[in-house]
């Protein structure tokens, strides 16, 4: 009943409790009724907070040449008085306008306007159209760490990346900011716009502002400036790690700026500038009122008037460079930010002295005519590599490449890479499971010379997903799915409908809402197009309808498994694949091949499901390995291993006993409560045997009762979920695996790669991966079948009936599949 309540309720209640629901239905309904305005340009800078950087200064550039008169200009700005100031010598203008970030007129805009500027990022919600030119203006060259290259979770970056890929413009000041843009953000191969490489708009404002009228302004905001005296201006970086955490440094600010000011006040006006981001909170502090630049004040425009500039691992500094000005780099916590956070340039090339107390910079600044010839040679060699295109005449040639299509030659980078296939897939929640070690292989296994990889998840919410993420191989690139769709009520239930109930019937096959999931992808994704997109899990419609949607030649979903029988599979007397699976059956006609992992498991697949879709869509491409990391794994001291599982009484496999091993979720489908029933009769014969089942489950406490009522607790281990299973596997004699159903398991290619015994129910899959019984002993799917076979193997009778299994050969025939599946 609960389910039926939210089910009813849950769109309804959303729009009208959550203002960002709201906001993503009336941008729908903009977005796809409205058209776009010819002529007409929306800014916005710094989520709008300031009319500053790159977009103000193709703004005033446009604004002030009469052959631009035609365009109507629109800013985006948040309520705020601050504003005011920068604001009102525009607001006589008939082709400007100003608009409330988040109002509905706000999203009007965003949805009609014909360019779209900006130098940070659009909201989730925001999709281009295809009418639309996006301008990303980007604010800065990067010292510190970016994109892919920051520690930790590499979801953070992941609007910053979805507004990139959306972009059909990024701009570029230098080589080294082109190079974080393909390499740390991975655009590289996918992205599908131009980067122009010829300097940064905004530094044309510090050329262009004249000194003398913009000390006036900072005056007129009540701030205490001598136009007698030289200015410091003091610009740290931000420290956080996500926008809603920005540490607060201010203590430390105050503190430091009220020591520097004590001691150079008489000769200098001292002023702070923050990040944005910090902003809100440093203005709370009365004491520093009258230094505190107000966040609307263009940084650029600011740079005119300094003298010396005090900044740690801020960009600030780069645009800096253009002036001949001295810059003290005071980086107290540079150790810790390293490590934190990284750093692209050795201090060595740094544009002036590292100093780690504010009475090193107080000494600096007294000394600052000595530094500033000490440091000339490094300064200088910075400026010719990071600003060799900032000559004061960038936003000309900017407008001219991009509103007027000029002809004129100009540093234009295309990333796209013709001559390789672009996959797109989805690898599943990359838990710990057969499907998660098959794709880590496979990326170990691709031609990146041939194929570009992105993978498509929902953001990394654990440890356990973080873990397999990192065995990912790094020459793949994470695209996350970072918020909620952006559909209308209507779509929402359809939606919600076909998760339901599939899309079996005409009725709710006309349900089916594909372009909402259509312009999903578009969100996601911007422009981009793939060649392949793959459903590697297989177990989702949740995901299989934005890989039908992608903008892809080809589309194709994995079956791992039995999945007839999967869908039926009951644990606790819920059957938990089984709406999931339906539904997915549901759509399998809308993919252009279904790829079980066996020939055997294609068979068995094709028979069950041949209701779905056409029979020549059903092929099959192996799971492929990774030889050398298996047997490497196993190489690893099982010491460290053996201590953690020795504290919940678990016995060590000892040489003198016969120790048998399996591994596998503890689920219906594994067989785990034959294998211990097998093991209990066997048991009976050799009392020095042990049997260790590795790995987690929902039939953990069954198990444990089963080994408990068998009497069997000394000799039957549930051992868990082990990061690396292999030197346990290892230690035994002989690897069994009970399964009434697999695709193809990957832990018999791994017990196989390690040269282990091997004995198997005789099953589809098994049959197919042992080769009929060549590279393992094959049995009745039966308690008798695996009490047999456990016989055998305490007979000896194995020893010299198998082949040897040559990893390399098989993998070698895995990756031939798996090109032939794509249609190489």
Not at 107 to 133: G, H, M, R, W
Not at 392 to 416: A, C, D, H
Not at 700 to 723: C, N, P, T, W, Y
């Amino acid at each position: 009943m609960k389910k039926r309540i939210k089910f009813m309720i849950g769109p309804i209640y959303n729009y009208v409790r959550k203002a960002s629901h709201r906001r993503r239905y009336q941008y729908r309904g903009y977005y796809e009724k409205l058209k776009v305005m010819d002529d007409t340009i929306f800014y916005e800078s710094r989520d709008g907070k300031s009319l500053s950087d790159s977009p103000y200064a193709i703004f005033k550039y446009l604004v002030n040449h009469p052959e631009y008169k035609h365009f109507k200009h629109i800013w985006s700005i948040n309520s705020s008085g601050e504003i005011d100031n920068v604001v009102a010598p525009y607001k006589g203008l008939n082709n400007v306008t100003f608009v409330k970030r988040h109002s509905k007129e706000y999203l009007k805009c965003l949805a009609t306007s014909k360019y779209l500027i900006n130098n940070s990022t659009f909201q989730s919600f925001f999709i281009p159209k295809d009418e639309q030119v996006y301008i990303n203006t980007w604010h800065g060259t990067p010292l510190k760490s970016m994109g892919y290259d920051i520690p930790g979770n590499p979801a953070q970056s992941q609007n910053v990346i979805r507004n990139f890929l959306s972009a059909d413009y990024l701009l570029s000041p230098n080589q080294h900011t082109t190079n974080i843009f393909l390499e740390s953000y991975k655009l590289k191969g996918l992205y599908h716009g131009e980067i122009i490489q010829e300097g940064y708009p905004r530094i044309d404002s510090t050329y262009h502002t004249d000194p003398g009228v913009f000390k006036s302004l900072l005056a007129e905001l009540a701030l205490r400036i001598d136009p007698n005296k030289q200015t410091i201006l003091y610009a740290p970086t931000w420290k956080g790690n996500s926008v809603s955490k920005a540490k607060n440094d201010m203590d430390q600010i105050i503190r430091d700026m009220s020591y520097l000011k004590q001691r150079v006040g008489e000769e200098y006006n001292v002023f702070i500038k923050v990040h944005p981001f910090l902003y809100n909170e440093a203005r709370k502090f009365s004491e520093i009122k009258d230094l505190l630049i107000p966040d609307a004040v263009d940084t650029n425009e600011l740079l005119s008037v300094v003298d010396i500039l005090i900044t740690d691992y801020s960009s600030i500094f780069f645009d800096f460079l253009v002036t001949d000005k001295p810059i003290l780099f005071y980086i107290w916590d540079y150790q810790t930010y390293k490590e934190e956070r990284g750093v692209y340039l050795s201090e060595d090339k740094w544009p002036g002295p590292t100093l780690f107390t504010i009475q090193e910079v107080s000494a600096a600044v007294r000394d600052i005519s000595k530094i500033s010839d000490d440091y000339t040679p490094v300064y200088q060699a910075a400026k010719e590599k990071f600003t060799a295109h900032d000559d004061g005449n960038v936003t000309p040639r900017i407008v001219q490449y991009i509103f007027n299509e000029s002809k004129t030659p100009l540093n234009v980078i295309q990333p796209l890479e013709a001559d390789k296939k672009k996959i797109l897939i989805y690898p599943g929640g990359l838990r710990n499971n057969g499907i998660t070690s098959s794709f880590i292989n496979l990326t170990d296994n691709i031609d990146f010379n041939k194929y570009d990889v992105s993978i498509y998840m929902n953001r990394p919410t654990s440890d356990e997903i973080l873990k397999n993420l990192e065995k990912v191989n790094k020459q793949a690139r994470f695209l996350f799915r970072d918020d909620f769709a952006v559909n209308s009520l209507y779509e929402d239930y359809r939606d919600k409908f076909i998760h339901h109930s599939g899309a079996h019937t005409a009725f709710t096959k006309k349900l089916y809402p594909e372009n909402a999931y259509r312009r999903e992808f578009r969100r996601v994704f911007g422009r981009t197009k793939f060649d392949y997109a793959i459903d590697f899990s297989g177990y989702s419609l949740n995901w299989a309808k934005y890989i039908l949607a992608a903008n892809a030649n080809k589309k194709l979903c994995y079956m791992h498994n039995d999945l007839l029988s999967d869908s039926e599979r009951a644990i606790n007397g819920r059957k938990p694949h089984r709406r999931n699976l339906r539904g997915l059956f549901s759509v399998y006609h809308r993919f252009d091949k279904l790829v079980s992992v066996s020939s055997g498991t294609m068979e068995l697949n094709r028979n069950n499901l041949s209701e779905f879709a056409e029979e020549f869509k059903f092929d099959y491409a192996m799971n492929s390995i990774n030889p050398k990391k298996i047997l490497q794994l196993g190489s690893e001291d099982y010491t460290l291993q053996y201590n953690e599982i020795n504290k919940v009484g678990i016995q060590e496999p000892l040489p003198n006993n016969l120790n048998f091993v399996t591994m596998g979720r503890l689920s219906p489908e594994k067989g785990q409560d034959n294998l211990i029933k097998a093991f209990a009769q066997f048991h009976q014969g050799f009392a020095n045997s042990k049997l260790y089942i590795i790995g987690e489950g929902p039939l953990r406490m069954h198990l444990e009762k089963l080994i408990a009522d068998l009497q069997l607790q000394q000799s039957v281990f549930l051992v868990g979920q082990l990061e690396n299973p292999f030197p346990l596997m290892t230690k035994c004699d002989c690897f069994v695996l009970s399964s009434h159903y697999e695709g193809q398991p990957m832990v018999l290619l791994e017990a196989m790669t390690h040269g282990m015994k091997i004995i198997a129910t005789d099953i589809v899959a098994n049959r197919t991966v042992l080769e009929n019984g060549r590279y393992g002993l094959l049995v009745e799917n039966s308690i008798n079948g695996l009490t047999d076979g456990l016989n055998q193997m305490a007979r000896n009778e194995l020893n010299n009936k198998l082949d040897e299994f040559i990893p390399e050969e098989y993998n070698k025939k895995a990756m031939e599949t798996f090109y032939r599946v794509l249609g190489r």
